[in-house]
T-cell receptor, first 113, second 112 residues
Framework: DGGITQSPKYLFRKEGQNVTLSCEQN?????MYWYRQDPGQGLRLIYY???????QKGDIAEGYSVSREKKESFPLTVTSAQKNPTAFYLCASSRMFGPYEQYFGPGTRLTVT | ELKVEQNPLFLSMQEGKNYTIYCNYSTTSDRLYWYRQDPGKSLESLFV?????AVKQEGRLMASLDTKARLSTLHITAAVHDLSATYFCAVDAYNQGGKLIFGQGTELSVKP
């Protein structure tokens, strides 16, 4: 079955620690995205990548970093510089050429105390 | 800058009633997507609308796209409790490699 997996589902960390969220897809999609969602809010784009070894900042990239070493994988690191990291993080992927329907992973809920 | 606005943001309706969610966007685009999100869950794709006048239906939901008016609607017919969720529309931001601009979401609650 093709799809997107994210791990872990729940993550608890102490303030000041960096944490890496995993995102893997086997849809053969070129583009991948990371979003943040806060309770009762919409989606905000953190980073996106259209091809391997290339990525662009989204609307709220500060305090986050990504890498794209393989087409299938797009991990997100939440650094200690991110002031309010507690949120629901969603990874998505799409084809490189339209239509750009994005397919979402199940999400990772990060709690930092 | 492309902006996408949904209204209403909150909708409480009775089972059996009809209602429409509106999605307005600010610049030219002919590709629009509707997603559903259940509480605590991820987003699930509902409809992909790819041209002016496109209409898609699935069960009690029907989505349409008017690119001239820059408007999409999601119409709910004879609502049932299972439709309670948050619905997002998203518009293709041309020349940005697949980046979608999402609306704020409409939280729908269907009560008996």
């Amino acid at each position: 079955d093709g799809g997107i997996t994210q791990s872990p589902k729940y993550l608890f960390r102490k303030e000041g620690q960096n944490v890496t969220l995993s995102c893997e897809q086997n849809l053969n999609h070129d583009a991948m995205y990371w979003y943040r969602q806060d309770p009762g809010q919409g989606l905000r784009l953190i980073y996106y990548s259209q091809i391997v070894n290339d990525f662009q900042k989204g609307d709220i990239a500060e305090g986050y970093s990504v890498s794209r070493e393989k087409k299938e994988s797009f991990p997100l690191t939440v650094t200690s510089a991110q002031k309010n990291p507690t949120a629901f993080y969603l990874c998505a992927s799409s084809r490189m050429f339209g239509p750009y329907e994005q397919y979402f992973g199940p999400g990772t809920r990060l709690t930092v105390t | 800058e492309l902006k996408v606005e949904q209204n209403p943001l909150f909708l409480s309706m009775q089972e059996g009633k009809n209602y429409t969610i509106y999605c307005n966007y600010s610049t030219t685009s002919d590709r629009l997507y509707w997603y559903r999100q259940d509480p605590g869950k991820s987003l699930e794709s509902l409809f992909v609308l790819l041209s002016n006048g496109a209409v898609k239906q699935e069960g009690r939901l029907m989505a349409s796209l008017d690119t001239k008016a820059r408007l999409s609607t999601l119409h709910i017919t004879a609502a049932v409790h299972d439709l309670s969720a948050t619905y997002f529309c998203a518009v293709d931001a041309y020349n940005q490699g697949g980046k979608l601009i999402f609306g704020q979401g409409t939280e729908l609650s269907v009560k008996p």
